[in-house]
């Protein structure tokens, strides 16, 4: 009776360890899920590609975890890690750059979209305090990532006024401009793009232009015009 006992107890250990691995996998399994969400939306907004690199290589890490906790079947993990770190290559090809753009059709698209900017932020943050990235770089990502983060507002509403001009309307197009202009007056981002923007606005608003240059238009990288 006492062996069995024993033997019970010692299988009930195993079985608890089993559990407790299964459980921080499942844990580890979301994190990472959440921060592929991020880096999608990294994907088709940013021109900054390292940005979402640094992204990326976080969920190697958790997978990395993931692996270390897998007594049983490794290969699938294996080969989500070898997915990973093949994105991670393929991030800094020049030759594989995916369109991009600020601009969403919805509230809902813009909210997302901002939710996963700001994720991205606190997670450079993090990164910082690690040192895997300096302090330049910290700011220049954030810099970045803010810009992002006004211009899917701004964007959306000049795409709307766009559609509204389309249709001859333009006293909506009008008030689709002036609500644009009003998100980069309140701002204090640095971006010189800023203020030409609100120039450029204003004469969209007195039909003066017709549509931004194209400069303003596309998304571009203060880090990769330093290069």
Do not use: C
């Not at 994190?31 to 900054?48: G, H, K, R």
């Not at 983060?149 to 964007?155: E, F, G, K, P, T």
């Not at 002036?178 to 450029?200: G, N």
């Amino acid at each position: 009776m006492l062996v069995t006992l024993v033997g019970v107890s010692v299988i009930n250990r195993m079985q608890q360890r089993q559990r407790e691995r299964r459980l921080q996998q499942r844990r580890l399994r979301n994190q990472a899920d959440e921060l592929n969400e991020v880096v999608i939306t990294l994907e088709q907004t940013i021109p900054n590609r390292v940005i979402t690199k640094h992204i990326n290589d976080m969920i190697i890490g958790l997978q990395q975890q993931m692996l270390a906790l897998e007594d049983k079947n490794p290969q699938h993990i294996e080969a989500a890690i070898h997915k990973s770190e093949l994105y991670s290559e393929e991030l800094l090809n020049p030759q594989t750059r995916p369109h991009i753009s600020y601009q969403r059709e919805s509230d809902a698209q813009i909210a997302k979209t901002q939710l996963h900017l700001n994720e991205a932020m606190h997670l450079i943050t993090q990164l910082a305090a690690r040192g895997v990235i300096n302090e330049v770089e910290l700011d220049t990502y954030l810099s970045e990532l803010r810009w992002a983060y006004l211009m899917v507002s701004v964007m959306s509403y000049i795409g709307q006024g766009e559609k509204s001009m389309a249709i001859s309307d333009r006293f909506s197009a009008q008030a689709f401009y002036r609500k644009a202009q009003q998100l980069l007056m309140e701002s204090m981002h640095q971006d010189p793009r800023r203020l030409k923007m609100i120039k450029e606005l204003s004469e969209m608003v007195d039909g003066d232009r017709v549509g931004l240059s194209r400069e303003l238009r596309e998304p571009t990288s203060a880090a990769l015009k330093l290069h």
